[in-house]
């Protein structure tokens, strides 16, 4: 019986099997993308290796290579079933994540981690099934908690850093984000939580100048690097240097367009984004329009059909905005949280009215939505841009009395460019 790196048992008698999957393990929590390839090795050198056949899992679903990613984490359940509670417990909560069935997953890694606090895997895991169900207090609370377990360690401080932030408490989480830096400087959430705060603390310049250079000693990233450049992307944007960001948004998004989800997103939220200030982004938007409509199939977060629905309503193909929309009706009756009727169909309208440029039917279908939004799950910044559609709705349709009530809390929030010269316009 040899340890991990967080004193926590692996059944394995081959230590170079067990120094691989540190190192995916290592990648996994830092967004690297040889994680892969690292858990593979682990593999290679001993195939019972249950914890590596599981961080597999973990990958390949991150991947969106379903099929795949189901065998490998039923490889991990077929090895730990021999093995020890802690090495049964990990394999069978990623086996349930996997699976597609995150209720029963939250449920595993909860008694996992009680069991076993510093698996974090499984933390940063469950940490991500509450971020894309917006459960930020959640987030918190646990973070704070987990941080007794992990004191002067690695990628923890950059997951509760993220949490702090979107609580309210930026001023908090660039200190700590800082922290995690000096400790760990390829900690890649530390960065991006970074990024968040001084976001919103609407230091722009701050984030333009030092981004990039804690962006660069995050080497070989995947994907997670594309979003780092969205954040300075919206460094710029919130700025008014919007020729800048769409640059960014050409070269991170649009030289090869990206299927992979959280690349999409960015693709898609910036091209709006860029929209609703009034450039000509009519041209790009066909590769993500594409892509969108080829996607249909792949609706389960809230978050990703709502930006499918953006890139197919930004361009111009109603036929399959309107597929998608059935399919969201059609889909609601069956929802058992209630969200897909009373949330997501509403939005997707309300988008498909803006693009139409119905003003007020977009403010009749958006603004009640306003408190709830959040329960798309994503980040504040990611957030922002449904609300800011509502508002530049508000002033397009004329209706400056609701306009200014919602410029105030905008403004007061953070005095982007664009927002504090827009209601002298």
């Known amino acids: 019986m040899r340890h991990d790196a967080y004193g926590l048992p692996v059944t394995t008698s081959c230590v170079s099997a067990l120094e691989s999957y540190a190192r995916g393990v290592e990648g996994l929590l830092g967004w690297r993308a040889d994680a892969l390839e690292q858990f593979r090795a682990a593999l290679a050198r001993d195939p019972a290796l249950a914890l590596a056949h599981a961080g597999a899992a973990v990958c390949l679903f991150l991947e969106e290579r379903f099929a795949e990613a189901r065998a490998a984490a039923e490889a991990a359940r077929a090895a730990a079933a021999t093995q020890t509670a802690r090495e049964r417990g990990h394999a069978e909560a990623l086996a349930l994540l996997v699976g597609g069935k995150p209720a029963e997953a939250e449920r595993a890694m909860r008694e996992h981690l009680a069991a076993h606090p510093r698996d974090l895997v499984i933390l940063q895991r469950l940490y991500f099934v509450w971020f894309w169900q917006g459960r930020f207090p959640e987030m918190l609370e646990f973070t ?230 959040i329960q798309l799950g994503g980040s504040r910044a990611q957030r922002d841009v449904f609300h800011d559609t509502l508002l530049e709705a508000c002033f397009r349709a004329g209706d400056l009395e609701r306009a200014e009530r919602l410029l105030v809390e905008r403004l007061h929030r953070r005095p982007d460019h664009f927002w504090k010269t827009r209601g002298a316009a």
């Open 144 to 373: 704070t908690a987990a941080t007794r377990h992990y004191a002067g360690e690695a990628f923890v401080p950059g997951l509760h850093a993220f949490a702090l932030e979107q609580a309210g408490r930026s001023d908090e989480a660039v200190r700590l984000a800082e922290a995690a830096l000096v400790r760990e400087p390829r900690d890649a959430w530390g960065v991006h939580a970074w990024a968040h705060a001084v976001y919103e603390l609407a230091a722009f310049d701050t984030g333009i100048a030092r981004l990039p250079p804690k962006t660069h000693r995050c080497a070989g990233l995947n994907w997670f690097q594309n979003h780092l450049a969205w954040h300075l992307a919206l460094m710029h944007f919130a700025r008014g240097e919007y020729e800048a960001a769409s640059a960014i948004g050409r070269r991170a998004f649009e030289r090869a367009p990206s299927a992979i989800a959280g690349d999409l997103h960015d693709s898609i939220s910036l091209l709006w984004r860029l929209a609703l200030v009034g450039m000509d982004v009519r041209a790009r938007w066909a590769p993500f329009t594409a892509i969108a409509a080829a996607r249909l199939d792949r609706q389960g977060l809230l978050f990703h059909a709502a930006h499918l629905a953006m890139a197919l309503a930004g361009g111009g193909d109603r036929a399959a905005a309107e597929r998608q929309l059935g399919m969201l009706r059609e889909r609601a009756p069956k929802d058992r949280t209630g969200l897909v009727g009373s949330l997501l169909v509403p939005l997707v309208e309300g988008l498909h009215a803006f693009a139409g440029g119905d003003w007020r039917r977009a403010i009749e279908r958006l603004e009640p939505l306003r408190p709830r939004i």
